[in-house]
């Protein structure tokens, strides 16, 4: 019969006419299942009406019933309005118009063979000879079927998931029973658009989520004996690692229709494809560095979660700290994404190796194994569609064999080129020719195409350490599959990750040895990826990872200071001081006889507990000369303060935890205590040097061998290092020593108390006076209950009386200079406390002369840091019965003076009388003033003259 359907489109690819809304042609009606039935007679009976429209030559009017189909002898007879051909005025060109044909249904079903079982040809038989029809030249009556019984003729491929969630599902039909057509596609036609004979088949489509019906058609057309495929829209926003079986696969059925309308029935070939779609993108979520190949040594975090390397040689070798040529150092980093990126994992195929699918729709989930061996394994016809890595051997090198011979999940990755495209070592070991593939892609047997592979980039200050550099390892910037987390992993690497998490390795060199000794110039340096897609060709989201992006490279010992404390918890500090009187010396804190607790502070973590080395002064006694001697080093013992027992006392170390850098918790400040004792140590000061290193095994000094010249004037104070600022210790049991502390490096013991006495005579106020305003004993001063106790500093290295001598006097009690004054410029004794070694006074005031009283304290402070204070508002006390007072000197250590004065008088006193005089007139009658004046009643004395009548005077 003829077919009269809408043109259709040869394009192989028939994604054009998905999501126009309109059907190509009109669909099956699905029932609405899990499983759509498709039936052959979905075609309906036998086509009684047609409507044709023709074109030719013609003078006259066809008749009505005058056209007849001669079909192989068998003539078939139509019934048909009378036919006016029209000439086109433009084109002279004459047709008729659409006709309606109803077809003799008898004569049709009388036709032998029968058009059921095969097709037939038919021509038009005109009744006039002049009549000639160039257009329809003929017409195929078929009920035929068409045939997907026979496997050749259809061959449908599984599913090739898209970037962005798309699908591909491609086939190709051809079926060999249906007769060509007399013509061809386009018989007289210009292009097949005219000519209703065409052969092109129609295929419907249907897809649904696996858990519910199918209720969307897709509808095209393509030529027999095509390869066909339909790209489908967006389906899913999600990744297809971790998706179950059922929930999240979308599966697609199909069936044939020939240009007769008559539809395929199911068959083996037409079964429903299943697969997950992904559309998400691959995420680059962390990058872990280690010292190993095995990921087992992990360099550690700094103090804010950073990654932290060296290239220091004596981290990788601490035996013999190898370095040069010959001595590469390599870091290992761990990249991990959250799927396998191309090229390591999808073989080339379209499929992920082990990903966890079934993407036969066998019932099975990659249960090809062996790896891409080009085999078909599980016996279903196709090679390598659902694969898994278990059990792949390696094979012989064959170029372009669609064999992984190396067992790394590419697939003839590698040009024939004598180099390591895929970074993993090995050169030519798995080949392809004639592809022609440009630099960092690999060949992708799926699409046929090129396909670029991830790369690594690394940046920094160190042009040695950048990845690609042209010279040295880091010229290879591929990185290389390690694992991928799913059910039948078998590498404990990727065990504890979510489903499709994926590691990575690359080796980085660090040696860097044209730059510096000791490797690397140290900085930031920073890790991306690039070029790196998905199984199905989603990019990664973004080329720096969401972690460990950025790794600081630090081969500096740590930075060490220290501090001195007056108690265990370390809050109360020490003051510094020229402990000296030289200004060529620095200050540093003055310690007495006491436990001496200090604190380690380093600028990083601690890789090991710090050694604190204390070179003690000599034997010079009594003065205060001693310096610190080499014969004279106490080791004191270090404890950790992080996780550390509150009851710990280092100085015995009773209850104290000890560090461990490998269990204990992450630590940057230590304690120690050193017992200052006369019977163990000289005054004087000591010098202090700290052995310490970083995780990284950048270390200060290593005290068991050697120690600089612990002298104050060492202008390069402890750091005598032999290979330059900065560097470690390359040799074991070399001399090197850390560069001077920034803080800490000295500190001085004092445990003599002041000398006696440790003041001069009072300024104010005068002993056994009253108080005076200001600092003044003058009688013209105003008195006050608020005085200003002034007194002076013996040996102040001043002019004091201002005769141009300093410190002249003897502290006698004597005018010594003659100038009226007693001690006014005096100079302590021998034994005495020098103005320079007082840090401090103390001032008591009292009522009790002895001091015996303490509720009869007025004033008591132990912190006076000048030489006069004054008072609060005092009661009144008269001279008779003073106010006491004396002063205590404290020194740089904080030993205390006896008071002053000295013996044999024990105290200063002073009276104050605030209260103003009261003055009183009594009036006598006699010159002996023994009879006062008789008072009237008004109290007022009167005399006795009569004279004044007692008027008032």
């Given at each position: 019969?003829?077919?009269?359907?809408?043109?259709?489109?040869?394009?192989?690819?028939?994604?054009?006419?998905?999501?126009?809304?309109?059907?190509?042609?009109?669909?099956?009606?699905?029932?609405?299942?899990?499983?759509?039935?498709?039936?052959?007679?979905?075609?309906?009976?036998?086509?009684?009406?047609?409507?044709?429209?023709?074109?030719?030559?013609?003078?006259?009017?066809?008749?009505?019933?005058?056209?007849?189909?001669?079909?192989?002898?068998?003539?078939?007879?139509?019934?048909?309005?009378?036919?006016?051909?029209?000439?086109?005025?433009?084109?002279?060109?004459?047709?008729?118009?659409?006709?309606?044909?109803?077809?003799?249904?008898?004569?049709?079903?009388?036709?032998?063979?029968?058009?059921?079982?095969?097709?037939?040809?038919?021509?038009?038989?005109?009744?006039?000879?002049?009549?000639?029809?160039?257009?329809?030249?003929?017409?195929?009556?078929?009920?035929?079927?068409?045939?997907?019984?026979?496997?050749?003729?259809?061959?449908?491929?599984?599913?090739?998931?898209?970037?962005?969630?798309?699908?591909?599902?491609?086939?190709?039909?051809?079926?060999?029973?249906?007769?060509?057509?007399?013509?061809?596609?386009?018989?007289?036609?210009?292009?097949?658009?005219?000519?209703?004979?065409?052969?092109?088949?129609?295929?419907?489509?249907?897809?649904?989520?696996?858990?519910?019906?199918?209720?969307?058609?897709?509808?095209?057309?393509?030529?027999?004996?095509?390869?066909?495929?339909?790209?489908?829209?967006?389906?899913?926003?999600?990744?297809?690692?971790?998706?179950?079986?059922?929930?999240?696969?979308?599966?697609?059925?199909?069936?044939?229709?020939?240009?007769?309308?008559?539809?395929?029935?199911?068959?083996?070939?037409?079964?429903?494809?299943?697969?997950?779609?992904?559309?998400?993108?691959p995420v680059f979520q962390s990058v872990h560095f280690y010292k190993d190949a095995a990921f087992t040594q992990a360099f550690p975090k700094d103090v804010v979660g950073k990654y932290t390397v060296t290239s220091n040689p004596c981290y990788f070798d601490p035996v013999t700290c190898a370095r040069g040529v010959g001595n590469p150092r390599y870091i290992y980093l761990k990249l991990i994404v959250s799927e396998p990126l191309f090229g390591q994992f999808h073989g080339g195929y379209t499929t992920m190796a082990d990903d966890?699918?079934?993407?036969?729709?066998?019932?099975?989930?990659?249960?090809?194994?062996?790896?891409?061996?080009?085999?078909?394994?599980?016996?279903?016809?196709?090679?390598?569609?659902?694969?898994?890595?278990?059990?792949?051997?390696?094979?012989?090198?064959?170029?372009?064999?669609?064999?992984?011979?190396?067992?790394?999940?590419?697939?003839?990755?590698?040009?024939?080129?004598?180099?390591?495209?895929?970074?993993?070592?090995?050169?030519?070991?798995?080949?392809?020719?004639?592809?022609?593939?440009?630099?960092?892609?690999?060949?992708?047997?799926?699409?046929?195409?090129?396909?670029?592979?991830?790369?690594?980039?690394?940046?920094?200050?160190?042009?040695?350490?950048?990845?690609?550099?042209?010279?040295?390892?880091?010229?290879?910037?591929?990185?290389?599959?390690?694992?991928?987390?799913?059910?039948?992993?078998?590498?404990?690497?990727?065990?504890?990750?979510?489903?499709?998490?994926?590691?990575?390795?690359?080796?980085?060199?660090?040696?860097?040895?044209?730059?510096?000794?000791?490797?690397?110039?140290?900085?930031?340096?920073?890790?991306?990826?690039?070029?790196?897609?998905?199984?199905?060709?989603?990019?990664?989201?973004?080329?720096?990872?969401?972690?460990?992006?950025?790794?600081?490279?630090?081969?500096?010992?740590?930075?060490?200071?220290?501090?001195?404390?007056?108690?265990?918890?370390?809050?109360?500090?020490?003051?510094?001081?020229?402990?000296?009187?030289?200004?060529?010396?620095?200050?540093?804190?003055?310690?007495?006889?006491?436990?001496?607790?200090?604190?380690?502070?380093?600028?990083?973590?601690?890789?090991?507990?710090?050694?604190?080395?204390?070179?003690?002064?000599?034997?010079?006694?009594?003065?205060?000369?001693?310096?610190?001697?080499?014969?004279?080093?106490?080791?004191?013992?270090?404890?950790?303060?992080?996780?550390?027992?509150?009851?710990?006392?280092?100085?015995?170390?009773?209850?104290?935890?000890?560090?461990?850098?490998?269990?204990?918790?992450?630590?940057?400040?230590?304690?120690a205590c050193y017992q200052v004792a006369s019977s163990t140590v000289n005054n004087g000061y000591a010098a202090v040097s700290v052995w310490a290193r970083d995780r990284l095994n950048n270390m200060a000094w290593d005290p068991t061998n050697a120690h600089a010249q612990a002298s104050q004037y060492d202008a390069n104070g402890l750091s005598d290092d032999l290979n330059g600022d900065g560097y470690p210790t390359y040799t074991p049991a070399s001399q090197e020593p850390d560069a001077q502390l920034s803080s800490g490096q000295?500190?001085?013991?004092?445990?003599?108390?002041?000398?006696?006495?440790?003041?001069?005579?009072?300024?104010?106020?005068?002993?056994?006076?009253?108080?005076?305003?200001?600092?003044?004993?003058?009688?013209?001063?105003?008195?006050?209950?608020?005085?200003?106790?002034?007194?002076?500093?013996?040996?102040?290295?001043?002019?004091?009386?201002?005769?141009?001598?300093?410190?002249?006097?003897?502290?006698?009690?004597?005018?010594?200079?003659?100038?009226?004054?007693?001690?006014?410029?005096?100079?302590?004794?021998?034994?005495?406390?020098?103005?320079?070694?007082?840090?401090?006074?103390?001032?008591?005031?009292?009522?009790?002369?002895?001091?015996?009283?303490?509720?009869?304290?007025?004033?008591?402070?132990?912190?006076?840091?000048?030489?006069?204070?004054?008072?609060?508002?005092?009661?009144?006390?008269?001279?008779?019965?003073?106010?006491?007072?004396?002063?205590a000197a404290y020194d740089l250590a904080g030993n205390e003076g006896p008071w002053s004065p000295p013996d044999p008088k024990s105290y200063y006193s002073f009276g104050v009388d605030t209260t103003k005089p009261q003055i009183t007139v009594t009036y006598y009658s006699d010159s002996a003033r023994a009879i006062p004046l008789v008072r009237n009643k008004s109290g007022i004395p009167v005399t006795t003259d009569t004279a004044s009548a007692g008027e008032k005077v």
């Amino acid at each position: 019969m003829c077919a009269n359907f809408p043109v259709l489109a040869a394009d192989k690819k028939i994604s054009s006419n998905l999501g126009a809304g309109k059907p190509l042609a009109i669909p099956p009606v699905p029932d609405h299942r899990s499983e759509i039935t498709l039936r052959a007679t979905d075609a309906g009976t036998r086509g009684i009406t047609r409507d044709i429209k023709g074109q030719g030559q013609a003078e006259e009017d066809i008749p009505a019933d005058s056209i007849t189909l001669n079909c192989g002898g068998n003539v078939v007879r139509t019934t048909h309005a009378l036919i006016s051909p029209e000439a086109d005025p433009d084109t002279g060109i004459i047709s008729f118009p659409y006709t309606s044909f109803t077809f003799n249904q008898a004569d049709i079903a009388a036709i032998v063979p029968p058009i059921s079982s095969s097709a037939i040809w038919c021509t038009l038989n005109l009744p006039q000879p002049s009549i000639t029809w160039t257009f329809p030249n003929g017409f195929r009556l078929d009920e035929v079927v068409p045939d997907v019984i026979t496997p050749s003729n259809l061959i449908t491929y599984p599913i090739v998931p898209l970037p962005g969630g798309r699908a591909r599902f491609s086939w190709l039909f051809g079926d060999p029973l249906t007769p060509p057509d007399p013509d061809g596609d386009v018989g007289s036609c210009s292009d097949h658009t005219c000519n209703l004979t065409d052969q092109r088949f129609q295929y419907q489509f249907y897809f649904r989520k696996k858990t519910e019906s199918y209720t969307i058609s897709i509808t095209g057309s393509a030529s027999p004996a095509e390869n066909s495929f339909s790209d489908d829209d967006a389906l899913s926003t999600t990744d297809r690692f971790g998706k179950s079986a059922d929930a999240d696969q979308y599966c697609y059925t199909m069936r044939v229709q020939d240009t007769a309308g008559n539809f395929s029935g199911r068959a083996t070939g037409m079964d429903e494809k299943c697969f997950v779609p992904d559309g998400k993108a691959p995420v680059f979520q962390s990058v872990h560095f280690y010292k190993d190949a095995a990921f087992t040594q992990a360099f550690p975090k700094d103090v804010v979660g950073k990654y932290t390397v060296t290239s220091n040689p004596c981290y990788f070798d601490p035996v013999t700290c190898a370095r040069g040529v010959g001595n590469p150092r390599y870091i290992y980093l761990k990249l991990i994404v959250s799927e396998p990126l191309f090229g390591q994992f999808h073989g080339g195929y379209t499929t992920m190796a082990d990903d966890g699918v079934d993407n036969d729709n066998d019932g099975l989930s990659d249960d090809e194994t062996g790896g891409f061996n080009g085999l078909d394994d599980d016996g279903d016809g196709q090679i390598d569609e659902d694969v898994s890595m278990a059990g792949c051997v390696v094979s012989p090198v064959v170029a372009n064999d669609a064999v992984d011979n190396d067992c790394d999940g590419h697939v003839d990755e590698e040009a024939a080129n004598g180099l390591d495209d895929d970074g993993d070592g090995q050169i030519d070991e798995d080949t392809w020719t004639g592809k022609g593939c440009a630099a960092k892609e690999l060949w992708n047997h799926a699409q046929q195409a090129c396909v670029k592979s991830p790369r690594i980039a690394i940046s920094g200050p160190d042009i040695e350490g950048q990845v690609p550099y042209g010279a040295g390892n880091n010229g290879n910037d591929t990185i290389r599959w390690v694992c991928t987390a799913w059910s039948g992993n078998s590498n404990p690497l990727c065990d504890g990750y979510a489903t499709g998490t994926t590691i990575y390795s690359y080796r980085w060199e660090v040696s860097g040895e044209s730059v510096s000794p000791v490797g690397l110039a140290e900085g930031d340096y920073t890790i991306t990826l690039s070029q790196g897609i998905d199984g199905v060709g989603n990019t990664l989201s973004s080329p720096s990872p969401q972690q460990g992006g950025i790794v600081r490279v630090d081969n500096e010992p740590p930075e060490v200071s220290l501090g001195y404390y007056k108690n265990v918890t370390l809050t109360t500090g020490y003051a510094s001081y020229d402990h000296d009187n030289n200004p060529s010396t620095p200050i540093m804190p003055v310690v007495p006889e006491t436990n001496l607790y200090m604190k380690v502070t380093l600028n990083e973590y601690s890789g090991a507990t710090p050694t604190i080395s204390i070179y003690t002064p000599n034997d010079a006694t009594p003065s205060y000369t001693g310096v610190p001697q080499d014969a004279n080093l106490v080791v004191v013992p270090t404890y950790t303060t992080c996780g550390q027992n509150t009851n710990c006392d280092p100085c015995t170390g009773n209850n104290c935890v000890q560090f461990n850098p490998d269990t204990s918790p992450p630590c940057m400040v230590f304690m120690a205590c050193y017992q200052v004792a006369s019977s163990t140590v000289n005054n004087g000061y000591a010098a202090v040097s700290v052995w310490a290193r970083d995780r990284l095994n950048n270390m200060a000094w290593d005290p068991t061998n050697a120690h600089a010249q612990a002298s104050q004037y060492d202008a390069n104070g402890l750091s005598d290092d032999l290979n330059g600022d900065g560097y470690p210790t390359y040799t074991p049991a070399s001399q090197e020593p850390d560069a001077q502390l920034s803080s800490g490096q000295y500190f001085a013991i004092d445990m003599i108390p002041p000398g006696s006495p440790a003041m001069g005579l009072p300024i104010t106020p005068c002993d056994g006076t009253i108080a005076r305003q200001g600092v003044t004993c003058s009688t013209a001063a105003n008195t006050t209950n608020s005085p200003i106790l002034t007194w002076k500093r013996l040996s102040n290295g001043l002019d004091d009386d201002n005769d141009g001598f300093t410190d002249e006097e003897t502290y006698d009690f004597i005018d010594n200079d003659s100038d009226g004054w007693i001690d006014e410029d005096a100079m302590a004794p021998a034994t005495g406390t020098k103005a320079w070694e007082i840090s401090s006074w103390r001032l008591q005031v009292s009522s009790d002369m002895n001091f015996a009283t303490p509720t009869e304290y007025f004033y008591d402070n132990k912190n006076v840091t000048s030489a006069n204070v004054m008072l609060t508002a005092i009661p009144d006390r008269p001279a008779s019965a003073p106010y006491y007072w004396r002063v205590a000197a404290y020194d740089l250590a904080g030993n205390e003076g006896p008071w002053s004065p000295p013996d044999p008088k024990s105290y200063y006193s002073f009276g104050v009388d605030t209260t103003k005089p009261q003055i009183t007139v009594t009036y006598y009658s006699d010159s002996a003033r023994a009879i006062p004046l008789v008072r009237n009643k008004s109290g007022i004395p009167v005399t006795t003259d009569t004279a004044s009548a007692g008027e008032k005077v």
